[in-house]
C-alpha cells in the first residue's frame, strides 16, 4: 500500500528555518525585479506579484510568493514533472 505524500502547509516558523529563509530571500528578489521592469512579458508569477504589490505591503507579498514557489517546488518534487512556463492570460482565468 502506498501512502499519499504529505501535503505542504503554510510557512511557518515550526518548519525548516534554513529552507523558508531561502524562499523569502528567493522572492524579495524577484518582487525587486518585479519593481524594476526586468520580467519578461507573459511571465505569470511576475504578473501576479505586480498584481499584489499594487494592494499589499512588499514584505506580505514576499512571504505569500515564497509560500507559492514551496508549492510548486513540493508538486514538481512529488509527481517529477519538469516546470514549463506557460504564458499569463489577460483574463480571470488566467490568474494563479
Known sequence: MVLPAARPGV??????EG???VLVV?????????????????DRFAAWVGKLLERKPPKLVAVALANK??????????TGEAYTVKPA???IAGAL
Open 26 to 42: 528567493g522572492a524579495t528578489a524577484l518582487i525587486r525585479r518585479v519593481r524594476e521592469g526586468r520580467c519578461r512579458d507573459g
Open 11 to 16: 510557512i511557518t516558523r515550526a518548519g525548516d
Open 19 to 21: 529552507l523558508r529563509s
Open 89 to 91: 492570460s489577460t483574463g
Open 69 to 78: 514557489l514551496a508549492r510548486v517546488a513540493w508538486k514538481l518534487m512529488i
